[in-house]
């Protein structure tokens, strides 16, 4: 039986150019539903996301994040911050709402890349979200430029699973 979560997983790679094909407004808010879905510590839900889709913004955001100019010719970009207080929690809770995004955008047929992480005080700032929230993500999306066809070099699966003990092959 298919699961369509294993495939994108499978498939997903980092997409770095996008056609000049919008994104429908209801796949963007479905992008965005899945990052609010995804769970967190404690139920916390630390986040806030800033979808912007304005090509002015866009440029702004390719200006500002240094491992990101290419947002500028994204379709649209989500801005991920969580809130301070909440510490590791808030970036591992973070970081599971990315991955969700970009599952999820990849199995609408949209590309999308992780940018930034650190040294996004300025997208912060610009993009009103308060001195208590820390932004750490920018995911520019968009529908690839061109067929996406790619191998994963991905090392040998016994290299990295082991049963019950590490280093302890697998059957």
Known sequence: MAN???????????????????????????????????????N????????????????????????????????????????????????????????????TAWGEGVGSNWTGFSGLENVREEFGFPDDYEVVAVVPLGYPRRRVIGKKRRKPFSEVVSAERFGQPLP
Do not use: C
Request: charged share 20%; hydrophobic share 45%; net charge positive.
């Open 4 to 42: 369509e979560v294993f495939e994108a997983a499978r498939t997903i790679l980092a997409i770095r150019e996008f056609s000049d094909r919008p994104v429908p407004d209801e796949v963007l808010r479905r992008i965005v539903e899945a990052g609010r879905q995804t769970a967190s510590a404690r």
């Open 44 to 103: 916390g839900q630390p986040w806030h996301f800033v979808l912007v889709t304005q090509r002015a913004h866009l440029r702004t955001l390719g200006s500002l994040v240094r491992t990101g100019g290419y947002t500028a010719n994204a379709a649209a970009a989500i801005i991920v911050g969580y809130a301070k207080a909440t510490g590791q929690y808030g970036l591992s809770d973070v970081s599971r709402a990315v991955q969700t995004m970009l599952l």
